[in-house]
């Protein structure tokens, strides 16, 4: 079956930088997209970055364009974020997600991660 399990989560101070990865399992990763979300205590779940399958395509939530960025390693089966210049209010759990439309709506999306934890103190 597939598989999502993420890494790279901590507790860090604004303005520092966190790598998040995600290893997929179970299918064939090249023929799925994939995308991040988060979800902070009280709040729904909320898009934050997407890759195409071919990933040539990607997009960003506003609050993240220019300090996060999406890259997926179909050898290694992974796909990762970057995350620089992080504010508190980036403070939540992220998940990886796959499915196989381009959507920014977690409905959308048949596989998940079981989250990491962020934690920006300002």
């Known amino acids: 079956q597939v598989q999502l399990v993420e890494s790279g989560g901590g507790l860090v101070q604004a303005g520092d930088s966190l790598r998040l990865s995600c290893a997929a399992s179970g299918r064939t990763f090249s023929n799925y997209n994939m995308a991040w979300f988060r979800q902070a205590p009280g709040k729904e779940r909320q898009f934050v970055a997407l890759?195409?399958?071919?990933?040539?395509?990607?997009a960003y939530e506003d609050s993240v364009k220019g300090r996060f960025t999406i890259s997926r390693d179909d050898a290694k089966n992974t796909v990762d974020l970057q995350m620089n210049s992080l504010k508190a209010e980036d403070t939540a759990v992220y998940y990886c997600?796959?499915?196989?439309?381009?959507?920014?709506?977690?409905?959308?999306?048949?596989?998940w991660g079981q989250g990491t934890q962020v934690t920006v103190s300002s």
């Open positions: 890759i195409n399958r071919s990933g040539r395509s990607t």
């Open positions: 997600a796959q499915g196989e439309s381009i959507s920014t709506r977690p409905a959308d999306y048949g596989y």
